[in-house]
């Protein structure tokens, strides 16, 4: 479990991590953090608020990345301090994490970059909450030695993302025994819904995926034991510059969180008997 502001990961509240997955402008990104803000206070659920100024490691040179480190932050800056929310955003390199960690409250470590030391170092280095996207190349233990890069700086701040498993050409695969098995180490863990449905490249110059089955894959991880969900959302998905095919319709976000709170809240009351 871990206290971040004025609430607990992994305590008797579900925690979501949610919002577009890159900066498209600034007035889609306040609208949609918002909605999500508004829906998590009605339903008592921890929130972070989550969006990318910059996404490295798009499929295609054509693909769009984001506003670029200075504007972006400048608009999550913004939405942090008028909403009053935690925000989390990607960092790539040491010279980012310099730069985001003054501005954002949770430093985000993509799966890609999982195994770079000096990054995680770097990034444990600044005290703050860190997430660290376990790669779609590792297996569960494998995580054991991100953990100890991490908390060598003396930092626990920490907790990691499980976010599929490569499996054959453009498709991903959870491995539910993950859960249990990363958690096993001590720091909480978060599935990442939405990414764990994307098919990497699978519509050539751009990841496709297979955003229906998001709500059943969120389902059977928090009856799996995770301590929060991380997903992305966008007021018209299929319109949206990057990731639309797998990103949550924030319409349809409410009824969704609404079983996955109960289901949360419920499993929590089993074990604590």
């Not at 798009?58 to 913004?78: A, F, N, Q, T, V």
Request: aromatic share 8%; charged share 20%.
């Amino acid at each position: 479990m871990i206290t971040f502001r004025d609430f607990q990961i992994g305590g008797d509240k579900l925690t979501i991590i949610a919002g577009p997955c890159v900066i498209e402008d600034r007035d889609i990104t306040f609208y949609t953090a918002k909605k999500i803000r508004d829906i998590c206070s009605s339903l008592q659920i921890n929130f972070i608020f989550k969006s990318s100024y910059d996404k490295a490691n798009r499929s295609s040179i054509h693909s769009y990345r984001g506003p670029g480190i200075k504007k972006g932050l400048e608009i999550l800056s913004d939405i942090g301090a008028s909403l009053n929310l935690p925000i989390l955003t990607d960092v790539h390199t040491v010279d980012e994490i310099l730069m985001a960690s003054e501005i954002v409250d949770v430093l985000q470590i993509p799966a890609f970059l999982c195994r770079q030391t000096d990054l995680i170092v770097k990034a444990s280095e600044t005290g703050k909450l860190v997430n660290i996207k376990k790669g779609q190349f590792l297996a569960p233990w494998d995580v054991k030695n991100i953990i100890d890069k991490f908390i060598s700086t003396g930092n626990h701040n920490l907790i990691i993302t499980e976010r599929g498993t490569f499996f054959g050409y453009n498709n991903l695969v959870v491995d539910f025994r993950s859960f249990p098995i990363i958690s096993s180490f001590g720091y909480p863990v978060i599935f990442d819904v939405t990414h764990s449905l994307q098919l990497p490249g699978g519509q050539g110059t751009c990841s496709g995926g297979q955003r229906e089955f998001a709500e059943p894959l969120a389902r059977s991880a928090v009856a799996c034991g995770v301590d929060g969900l991380f997903m992305e959302v966008h007021p018209n998905p299929d319109k949206a510059l990057c990731d639309g095919p797998n990103m949550i319709d924030l319409d349809n976000l409410e009824g969704m969180l609404k079983v996955l709170k109960d289901l949360y809240i419920f499993l929590k009351g089993i074990r604590h008997r």
